[in-house]
């Protein structure tokens, strides 16, 4: 069965270091996503992208992180300048028709 | 902001009971989906409901999308063992169908002894 992989499974990084995590999404769907979740927390949408480009974000998603489709078949989001509050556990997920397929997740510790 | 409170936030029986899941919103979603997440894993998709009153069966597990669309329900008939994990829903903003970002709860976590 098609699956969404990620990759790195954990990256531990320094304050103020720029991270890129890596999606690979199910090769026909159309719709990618990155949540987060922080220890304990709910999982939380960051940013939706279709069509090459992004098609909704929420408060999160500031200027220190942008995602990118640099091929046909992976999808990555880039933190410019991690915070110690950006340590959470990094999902993406992609979808079709019905529902979402979310990743394994990449877990970020920002030390 | 739209927001999806789930009760209870922890439930511990025996095998073979039956339980109750309840999603609860003051807002309106255009989908509801249920998810289950296993510690250290991505949530997996259960069902996606759509339409006010919509109840759907997935073996022991019955899902139900309340009339105004603003609630959900999950059942689970006979737990076992292996229905142990953290049972979230999420509801779908907008009116994309299921495309729509999700708002998720924080989640019920089950735990079924045996």
């Known amino acids: 069965e098609p699956e969404v992989t990620q990759t790195p499974s954990h990256q531990v990084t320094q304050m103020g270091q720029e991270v890129i995590l890596r999606c690979v999404p199910i090769s026909n769907h159309l719709y990618f996503y990155w949540y987060r979740q922080i220890l304990g927390q709910k999982v939380e949408f960051l940013v939706s992208?279709?069509?090459?480009?992004?098609?909704?974000k929420s408060e999160i998603f500031d200027d220190q992180f942008s995602v990118e489709r640099p091929d046909g078949s992976n999808f990555t989001l880039k933190i410019r300048s991690t915070k110690l509050e950006d340590s959470a556990m990094y999902f993406c997920?992609?979808?079709?028709?019905?529902?979402?397929?979310f990743g394994p997740g990449t877990r970020l510790t920002v030390t | 902001t739209q927001l999806l409170e789930q009760s209870p936030q922890f439930l511990s029986i025996q095998e073979g009971e039956n339980l109750t899941v309840y999603c609860n919103s003051s807002?309106?979603?255009?989908?509801l989906q249920w998810y289950r997440q296993e510690p250290g894993e991505g949530p997996v998709l259960l069902v996606t409901v759509v339409t006010g009153g919509e109840v759907k069966k997935l073996k022991r597990l019955t899902f139900q999308f309340g009339d105004a669309r603003k609630d959900s329900s999950l059942h689970i008939t006979a737990a076992q063992p292996g229905d142990t994990g953290l049972y979230l829903c999420a509801g779908v903003e907008g009116y994309g169908g299921s495309q729509g970002n999700l708002i998720f709860g924080k989640g019920t976590k089950l735990s079924v002894k045996p």
């Open positions: 997920a992609s979808s079709e028709a019905s529902g979402k397929y």
């Open positions: 807002s309106v979603f255009s989908s």
């Open positions: 992208f279709y069509n090459n480009e992004i098609s909704e």
